[in-house]
């Protein structure tokens, strides 16, 4: 696993029980997640069959996003996927984490 990975991961396991606030920018569209997280696995694109299927960060729990209407509307699984193809931190502190890959831009934080 990568440095910048292991760190990562090592930053949502200190906050297992804390609801996080993920903003993710991808292209134009922003999305915003509150996630209750429990737990955080790494998933190794070398251990799956799908080809599609990158290495990724799971986060375990729940959550909801922000639909059009501004309203809070739960996941549709009790995960959330951090695809690390690409990744670059570029701020980590104690409730707060930047990061970079190659599919999108992400701000994490402590609600």
């Known amino acids: 696993m990568d440095q ?3 760190k990562l991961m090592d930053w949502l396991t200190a906050q297992g029980g804390e609801t996080l606030v993920i903003d993710k920018q991808e292209m ?10 429990a737990t955080v696995d790494y998933r190794d694109a070398e251990d799956v069959i799908d080809e599609y299927l990158d290495s990724a960060l799971i986060l375990r729990g729940t959550g909801n996003t922000l639909n059009r209407d501004g309203k809070l509307v739960p996941l549709p699984q009790l995960n959330y996927e951090i695809a690390v193809s690409g990744l670059q931190l570029d701020t980590v502190h104690d409730g707060q984490v930047e990061l970079r890959t190659d599919r999108a831009k992400y701000s994490i934080s402590k609600s």
């Open 4 to 6: 910048s990975v292991q």
């Open 28 to 37: 134009k569209d922003l999305d915003t997640v509150h996630f209750n997280l």
